[in-house]
């Protein structure tokens, strides 16, 4: 009975554990967007395409959570409260922190991601990590989540090949999209993609029309 109780008690410190002092940050939607979005990185991507010349993306997570800081938080569902994330970039992958509300419970959930083009040159999106304070639960958070999103989807007209519901395929089944984007009438494809301290570094070439 007494190793019962301290095998409970150790994995209700793992799972209310907390990786970093992130705050329950409740922020309104900023009615104007990012001028990292609007002044940096959609100029740059639209400017880059146009030229129709190989040509890298830089992005970096100061400019992503600008980004985010302006999306309005928290994000209310039936069971949960996701106040607003961070984001971060290090050399080997891309790192999501966000304090969840569940039944007044403050859990930090973090979840750590591996972009990368393969052999074939399809986007492939590995999740590395998935945990519950020190808990890592990504095979069962993955179950959970892509039973939702098939639920969801089964529920509504999306098109299946958009690019947010490739994404969301990359994320939960592993399959890799060929990653194409069309800017007035010209394409490019994502070549190679790098993470490094600070910034995701995105590698573009021109296709023909």
Not at 131 to 156: H, R, T
Request: glycine share 6%.
């Amino acid at each position: 009975m007494c190793s019962s109780l301290t095998f409970f008690a150790i994995i209700l410190l793992l799972l209310l554990y907390k990786p970093k002092a992130l705050e329950l940050k409740v922020v309104g939607k900023d009615k104007e967007l990012s001028p990292y979005l609007t002044h940096d990185l959609s100029p740059a991507f639209y400017n880059g395409v146009q030229k129709q010349a190989p040509f890298v993306l830089s992005i970096t997570h100061e400019g992503i959570n600008d980004i985010i800081r302006r999306m309005g938080w928290p994000i209310v569902s039936e069971d949960a409260k996701i106040y607003m994330p961070e984001v971060e970039f290090t050399e080997k992958r891309i790192i999501i922190s966000a304090p969840v509300v569940v039944k007044k419970v403050e859990l930090i959930v973090t979840i750590g991601l591996r972009p990368s083009i393969d052999e074939t040159g399809l986007l492939n999106i590995e999740v590395s990590t998935f945990k519950i304070g020190a808990i890592n639960i990504a095979v069962f958070a993955k179950a959970i989540a892509e039973k939702m999103f098939n639920d969801q989807m089964a529920g509504s007209n999306v098109d299946g090949d958009e690019l947010g519901a490739k994404i969301t395929s990359a994320l939960l089944d592993g399959k890799g999209f060929d990653p194409v984007f069309e800017v007035k009438g010209k394409k490019v494809r994502a070549e190679k993609i790098e993470t490094a301290a600070g910034q995701v570094n995105i590698k573009f070439v021109p296709l023909e029309n």
